[in-house]
């Protein structure tokens, strides 16, 4: 009798923990931002994965035309000038995905 309840405890207890398992939400590991953010403050330092060519992309997705060449900097941030709004802006591109801007 006591083997059949601690195997019927056993049971309950390794459902209940299967079915908590599968109930966590999964969570991004995504890299690269899809969604465009410009963040018009100061861009974060840290490693940047972004090729050059990547971040002029994502400059330019962001509403940006004429990108300059970029520069990536020490700080892993990628820096150039880009035209909005019929005016010449500083841009910068963080490892984050966000793009940074000042005016000239």
């Known amino acids: 009798m006591k083997t ?35 963040n018009d403050g100061t861009a974060e330092a840290g490693h940047n994965s972004f090729t050059e060519k990547q971040a002029r ?24 000038t880009a035209h909005k709004d019929g005016r010449t802006v500083n841009v910068a591109l963080d490892f984050k995905g966000n793009v940074s801007t000042s005016g000239q």
Not at 32 to 38: G, R, S
Request: with cysteine; proline share 2%; glycine share 8%.
């Open 57 to 80: 992309e994502h400059i330019a997705k962001s509403g940006y035309t004429a990108v300059s060449p970029l520069k990536k900097g020490d700080d892993g941030i990628w820096r150039g």
């Open 4 to 38: 059949l309840i601690c195997a019927s405890i056993a049971a309950a207890l390794t459902f209940a923990t299967g079915a908590f398992a599968q109930s966590q939400a999964a969570r991004s590991t995504s890299a690269i931002k899809t969604a465009h953010t410009v």
